[in-house]
């Protein structure tokens, strides 16, 4: 059973650019969340997606967007990019919403903005 | 003040030894998770708790409502156990789920 799959696995745009991030859930899964890591923030919650839609949003600008297909597969996209945009992002899936689901969270993409 | 603390921060231990991270939160919560990050940046989910305790293998998680605090151990801690361990918690059900994470516990055992 394939894991939860993000790409690319690492990126560098250069500040102003706008990126987009993939994250293709397990199958069956249908609830994808996002996270930001940085090494002063620590892990940090972005989104979560179920059924196509946001379901809540963590404290970030709106440069920061996602969304989710009807194949539970997600994006995320920031625009406008700024140094301090480069992180670890993790996508993690879960097979549906509520507490007794728990998450399996992909590999990452490691985005350095210069 | 963080919503999830972890501590030790960082954590040294011989092979074999028994191991224990604790993490402490001030939030209302519906369930409590257990990461772990090995260099590289995966991160493999280790236990869910809402109450009580589970086991698996050399692993031990354990959660105190009331206390609001929970601890993970590792029994006979081997070199392939270093890792960042990194408390998480999930509240907000009612207004939309969310993880709040810990700093992570940098545990690294010599042989």
């Known amino acids: 059973k394939a894991g939860v799959t993000q790409t690319p696995r690492y990126l560098i745009k250069t500040r102003g650019q706008q990126v987009t991030l993939s994250c293709s859930p397990i199958s069956g899964h249908r609830s994808v969340s996002w996270y930001q890591q940085t090494p002063g923030q620590g892990l940090q919650f972005l989104f979560e997606?179920?059924?196509?839609?946001?379901?809540n949003k963590g404290n970030f600008p709106g440069r920061f967007s996602g969304r989710q297909f009807s194949n539970s597969r997600s994006e995320m996209n920031v625009s406008t990019l700024e140094l301090g945009d480069s992180a670890l992002y993790l996508c993690?899936?879960?097979?549906?919403?509520?507490?007794?689901?728990?998450?399996?969270f992909g590999s990452g993409t490691r985005l350095t903005v210069v | 003040k963080n919503e999830v603390e972890q501590s030790p921060q960082n954590l040294t231990a011989q092979e074999g030894e028994f191991i224990t991270i604790n993490c402490s939160y001030s939030v209302g919560i519906s369930a409590l998770h257990w990461l772990q990050q090995h260099p590289g940046g995966g991160i493999v989910s280790l236990f869910m708790?809402?109450?009580g305790k589970k086991k698996h293998g050399r692993l031990i998680a354990t959660i105190n409502i009331q206390e609001k605090h929970s601890s993970l151990h590792i029994t006979a801690s081997h070199p392939r156990d270093s890792a960042v361990y990194i408390c998480?918690?999930?509240?907000?059900?009612?207004?939309?789920?969310?993880?709040?994470f810990g700093e992570g516990t940098q545990l690294t055992v010599n042989p």
């Open positions: 997606y179920f059924s196509e839609t946001q379901r």
């Open positions: 993690a899936s879960s097979l549906s919403r509520g507490r007794r689901y728990g998450y399996t």
């Open positions: 708790l809402s109450s």
């Open positions: 998480a918690v999930r509240s907000g059900e009612t207004s939309g789920s969310r993880l709040t």
